[in-house]
């Protein structure tokens, strides 16, 4: 682990003996100037070389001033330093260039979780959140959004979350074989009193770069999930991971429709079978149309689809008027033999068509320019 040399500011004396014990006791930190002005530290900070700036954005004024900290100290990376979490507050300080945010006091293990998890790349302010809805009943979805979860982050080396909001029939935790410690219920429950920082230990990491929060453990418990607290848990977790990827259910519900409106798209899955997908995709999209932007912000994926080519494709965008984003193969040995492993299809079988397919919209996903905040 590296050196880290930390230049504290913080306005009040209390909080700054404080953390400054903290810093001084944890291992591989090192305290090399302090202050309570954070004006002065920009004028004569530089001289003990930091590479560690915690700066105290409490006071109205060092939040202005993150941005001259970023220019002045351009070899450390900064962290504000809050009592409170506030997404709006977090939003500004990384567009001004901060790499993070750490709720005071914090303990040595806080400290050294905050390094590790903004790291190098920072808080990923360019997240984008991803919704997956089906029109009606079974599509695939969950197979989707788990396979496409683990290219999304072999492509771009990047955080990307699984959020099961399926609240009733969610089943990322089995197809996952995971017993989670907590669910989409604690996080929601305790979001008010959550920072990044432990909000990140509430997702269970399932590969490098993939953590999944599972969905309820009983159905009875998804009343518990509040929309609100459900879209403050979403704001959060963009400054944790690249990519969010939100299962929610078939149903219009106050779930599915917050995740839809905290998402920078919305993917409608429907799986061939009976021949009435495409009415229902188009049922699904008429809703979708009240919204402004929906025709960037809706994209259509049919799965199970047979023969899957280029011709089908523009089939079904003349069935349904509307382009179609991605079709996924019949493969239903690869699924189920991927299930019964606790595998993912793109991992067991990369060379698939399934798999394939997937990594061609992962490729979409990342290649996609994106708007900052
Ligand atoms: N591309 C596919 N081809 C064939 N079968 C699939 C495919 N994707 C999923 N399945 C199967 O369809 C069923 C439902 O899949 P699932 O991903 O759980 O859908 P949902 O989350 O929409 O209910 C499962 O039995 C799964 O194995
Ligand atoms: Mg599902």
């Known amino acids: 682990m590296p050196e880290y040399r930390v230049l504290l500011i913080e306005q009040n004396r ?31 900070g530089g001289v003990f070389v930091p590479n560690l700036i915690l700066l105290d954005i409490d006071a109205q004024e060092s939040m202005q001033l993150v941005r001259e900290f ?15 979490w506030n997404a709006q507050a977090a939003s500004t300080i990384v567009k001004a260039g901060a790499k993070g945010y750490l709720i005071k006091p914090f303990t040595s293990e806080e400290l050294i979780a905050a390094i590790n998890t903004f790291g190098n790349s920072g808080m ?5 959140v991803m919704t997956f809805f089906s029109p009606k009943g079974k599509s695939g979805k969950t ?32 197809f996952f ?7 989409i219920v604690e996080a929601t429950r305790d979001i ?31 009343e518990d ?13 963009r ?35 009976g021949g009435y997908e495409g009415k229902h995709m188009r049922q699904a999209l008429e809703i979708f149309k009240a919204w402004p932007d929906y025709e960037t912000k809706v994209k259509t994926i049919f799965t199970r689809v047979e023969p899957c080519d280029i011709q089908k494709q523009q089939q079904l965008e003349t069935l349904i008027e509307y382009p179609v984003c991605s079709i996924l193969p019949n493969e239903y040995l690869l699924v189920s033999e991927a299930a019964n492993n606790g595998r993912m299809a793109v991992d067991i079988k990369p060379e698939s068509p399934l798999a394939r397919s997937i990594d061609l919209l992962a490729a979409q996903i990342c290649g996609r320019p994106h708007k900052v905040g």
């Open 177 to 183: 074989n995971l017993d989670p410690q907590s669910t």
């Open 70 to 84: 970023v220019r002045a100290f351009p070899q450390a990376g900064i962290l504000a330093l809050s009592s409170q």
């Open 225 to 237: 999930v509040s929309p609100k607290a459900f879209t403050d848990m979403i704001s959060m977790a």
């Open 124 to 128: 990923g302010m360019i997240s984008e």
């Open 14 to 44: 209390i909080m700054m003996e404080r953390l400054s014990s903290v810093v001084r006791n944890t291992k591989n930190f090192q305290l090399v100037s302090r202050a309570m002005d954070a004006r002065e530290a920009l004028g004569q």
């Open 192 to 222: 008010k009193f959550l920072s990044p920082i432990s909000l990140n230990s509430y997702f269970m990491p399932i590969a490098e770069h993939v953590r999944v929060l599972c969905g309820t453990k009983r159905p009875e418990f998804a």
């Open 239 to 273: 400054s944790l991971f690249r990519y969010i990827l939100v299962d929610v259910p078939s149903a219009f519900n106050p779930i599915s429709v917050a995740a839809a409106e905290a998402s920078e798209r919305v993917y409608l899955v429907s799986m061939i079978s």
């Open 143 to 174: 197979t989707l959004i788990a396979n496409l979860g683990m290219a999304l982050a072999q492509k771009s080396g990047q955080n990307v979350a699984i959020i099961d909001a399926d609240l009733q029939f969610g089943d990322m935790a089995v």
